[in-house]
């Protein structure tokens, strides 16, 4: 375990971590002592954004035919203005009806050219697997964006009844299918900007959570980080990295200390073999939605983003903990489709992940 040694390395930072073991192939540290720097409630304070907060619906349905040839899309009802259009109809439908049916998060390469989506077995399971497409083979070579927006659903349905075409072969050859692994609530995939890594929060048990890191060419977890924030702190399910690569997570307050429904905001660094989180000290008086689906970040406009059902908040990073109320933007839009993420590429453009059926919706301009 060489427990000494790694005591003596990391004594400066507070922190202890536990020696490495090999588990399914995953190095696996356990860090020991809160994860969380102390904070003082009594300076805890919010920002006053409008309220822009959507209840929980019943969600709809995008389509009454699952080969979709045309695109819909979402637009906003209040707030900052912004249109959604379907980009790419993802797959439903694999190796039997609907099993692709429950995608959970994304991460886009800033060139908008390959998606990671994680998919859960069903919406209350917390094993799935990741699947990665090559987009920009797919959108040039075979119009899955334009011209024959329904192929790439039409491969995959031909697989799961045994009735594959050249085309369909062609079309899966950009397709790559991970293993089965534990998945936690499985939305929040991220990749870190500054090194590349893909990440996920584990399942949280009590007070304890862990952090993994997923191989981008095998698509399962290679490392797997253990810790505790705090005894009475749980670590939400989202997560999102910046251009310096500082790790980003949300919460809403149950009451207390903050106010009921507040957005909490935490920040910190998930380093090779620990991480370290703190509150941000300013979170937001009104929560998005009922329920936060994903947390993202927009490098073009160096903002965060809080998703939830049919409203997404914005705050920009420089202005963390001394935000002002008209610094915080909101939309809330129509569709009554479940959100599940939001990815930013280089150049601005929005990619809303929605469910019912899977597919990614791209801004109609790029400064959402």
């Excluded at 790694?6 to 971590?17: D, E």
């Excluded at 980009?87 to 998606?115: C, I, M």
């Excluded at 089965?180 to 584990?202: C, E, R, V, Y």
């Excluded at 060419?217 to 989202?238: A, E, H, R, Y």
């Amino acid at each position: 375990m060489r427990k000494a040694a790694l005591f003596t390395a990391l004594a400066a930072a507070a922190l202890f971590v536990g020696g490495t073991t090999t588990l399914a192939q995953a190095k696996t540290y356990t860090q020991h002592g809160s994860a969380l720097a102390n904070y003082n409630v009594n300076k805890y304070k919010t920002v006053k954004n409008k309220n822009m907060f959507v209840p929980r619906y019943a969600f709809k349905q995008s389509y009454s035919y699952i080969f979709q040839t045309a695109p819909t899309s979402i637009s906003s009802t209040k707030g900052k203005k912004v249109t959604f259009k379907s980009n790419v109809f993802l797959p439903v439908t694999y190796n039997r009806s609907a099993d692709w049916g429950n995608p959970q998060s994304e991460v886009l390469s800033k060139d908008g050219n390959t998606l990671y989506e994680l998919i859960t077995t069903s919406s209350q399971s917390t094993r799935g697997w990741i699947v990665r497409y090559n987009l920009g083979a797919l959108r040039s070579k075979f119009g899955i964006s334009t011209n024959h927006m329904d192929a790439l659903r039409r491969a995959t349905y031909d697989h799961s009844v045994g009735k594959m075409t050249s085309t369909d072969r062609a079309i899966m050859a950009n397709v790559k299918i991970g293993p089965t692994f534990n998945t936690g609530h499985g939305q929040s995939l991220a990749m870190n900007p500054k090194n590349g890594q893909l990440w996920f929060i584990g399942k949280p048990v009590k007070a304890a959570t862990n952090v993994q890191q997923v191989s981008k060419t095998s698509l399962k977890p290679v490392k797997k980080i253990n810790f505790t924030l705090k005894s009475t702190v749980t670590m939400g399910s989202n997560l999102t990295f910046d251009k310096n690569g500082n790790a980003y997570f949300f919460t809403y307050s149950n009451g207390g200390w903050s106010p009921k429904g507040a957005v909490k905001i935490y920040k910190g660094k998930i380093n090779s073999k620990s991480v370290k989180f703190h509150l941000v000290m300013q979170g937001l008086r009104y929560r998005p939605g009922t329920k936060p689906q994903s947390m993202a970040y927009n490098q073009k406009r160096n903002r965060l983003y809080f998703v939830s059902d049919s409203s997404i908040s914005s705050v920009p990073v420089s202005k963390l903990g001394k935000l002002k109320p008209s610094q915080v933007e909101a939309t809330n839009l129509n569709g009554q489709r479940e959100f599940e993420g939001i990815q930013f590429t280089a150049n601005g453009a929005g990619y809303l992940l929605v469910n019912k059926g899977a597919e990614l919706m791209q801004t109609t301009s790029n400064n959402f």
